[in-house]
């Protein structure tokens, strides 16, 4: 699962040189794995991810929207696919992950 989380990532060009970039394939990650709704980014998630990556909170959220609004500019059409319905805005990092979730289980589903 991890790797078609990076894979899909990557398909924006977007990379691992991007700080932010395994955190939020982690936080993809756990948004699979939990499966309830609704996510608790900023109580659950980022804390844990902080913990994880020996960072701030801040850092992980900021660095997060990051990989986020790459992926919105570098190509809102595949986000949008992706998400299976039109987006009017950039996503928030909750949203983007909960896409790419979607996505990825959507394709290793089939």
Known sequence: MKRAIQKAIRSFG????????????DG???IIEVQE???K???????????????SIRNI??????ITTMCWEKNRKRL???????L???PGNKEFLSILAFYV???NAS
């Open 14 to 25: 977007v990379t691992e040189k991007y700080k932010g970039f395994n955190a939020t394939v």
């Open 61 to 66: 959220e900021h660095n997060m929207r990051w």
């Open 37 to 39: 709704m609704p996510i």
């Open 80 to 86: 949008e696919e992706m998400a299976g319905y039109p």
């Open 88 to 90: 009017d805005s950039a």
């Open 28 to 30: 993809v990650l756990f």
């Open 41 to 55: 980014i900023t109580k659950d998630l980022y804390p844990a991810l902080a913990r994880k990556y020996h960072t």
């Open 105 to 107: 289980t959507r394709r």
